[in-house]
């Protein structure tokens, strides 16, 4: 059995190999590890490890670990899963970022509820890329209204964007939904001050999203083993 340092650091060398294939610098890439359904121990450890950026998938359940582990200092927050309106607030509250903006309701909703105390939220929007009807994001013919409207809204800071693509794609369905993503991306990134991260790939296409221009791999499995 590995230890989450053993399997951390084979995940910074898959970033590292993948980011020096695709000719890009090196550090261009970061590593949100998602440990969402695994207990605090294993945030420990990873953080001991070196590891700072995390990211959750339930509301509840990420609440619950940050307060838990408040005395970690350094940690960076990401909600990467569905956001209900009626839990912006709690979002707001505790999170650093989050990944998952797909409406305008719910970006007014996280830049009203964002105490005064705390910096302003980073945020991505979620595109449905392969336009799944099972899957949240917005379809990225809606994407410049709602760039447009959360870019306006000073308690939020827009970092970029955000994607699950499909994971029974062919190599170049793949290719092709990523560098449409990738596209969608540079767009902003030229305009938009802060606009600086594509939110892409995970432990089974880690390597063919750095290819395509991904700034952040989420990576969950292949750190903290199987989930349940
Ligand atoms: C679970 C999850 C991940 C991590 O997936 P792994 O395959 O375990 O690496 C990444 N992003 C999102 C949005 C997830 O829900």
Same mark, same amino acid.
């Given at each position: 059995m590995q230890t989450i340092a053993e399997r951390l650091k084979s995940a910074h060398a898959r970033i590292e190999n993948a980011t020096a294939s695709a000719h890009r610098p090196p550090n261009s890439v970061k590593l949100l590890a998602?440990?969402?359904?695994?207990?605090v121990s294993d945030i420990r450890q990873a953080y001991d490890a070196g590891q700072r950026l995390f990211g959750e998938n339930y509301v509840q359940e990420g609440v619950e670990k940050i307060n838990e582990l408040k005395?970690?200092?350094g940690v960076e927050w990401h909600l990467i899963g569905p956001l209900q309106s009626n839990k912006t607030r709690v979002v707001a509250e505790h999170f650093?970022?989050?990944?998952?903006?797909?409406?305008e309701k719910i970006a007014r909703r996280l830049h009203d509820q964002?105490? &005064?105390? *705390?910096?302003p939220l980073n945020v991505c929007i979620q595109v449905n890329i392969d336009d799944e009807a099972s899957k949240s994001g917005i379809p990225a013919s809606e994407l410049p209204a709602l760039v447009e409207s959360v870019s306006?809204? &000073?308690? *939020?800071?827009?970092r970029g964007l955000m994607a699950i693509p499909?994971?029974?794609?062919?190599t170049e369905q793949q290719h092709q939904t990523l560098s449409q993503l990738q596209e969608l991306f540079s767009q902003y990134h030229t305009k938009?001050?802060?606009?600086d991260t594509l939110s892409v790939g995970m432990s089974g296409d880690a390597e063919a999203a750095i290819e395509n221009g991904s700034t952040m791999v989420r990576i969950g499995s292949a750190i903290f083993g199987a989930r349940e």
């Open positions: 998602v440990s969402k359904t695994k207990p005395e970690l200092e650093d970022w989050v990944q998952s903006v797909d409406r964002r105490p &005064d105390d *705390l910096p306006q809204m &000073d308690r *939020l800071v827009l499909r994971a029974d794609a062919t938009l001050t802060n606009f």
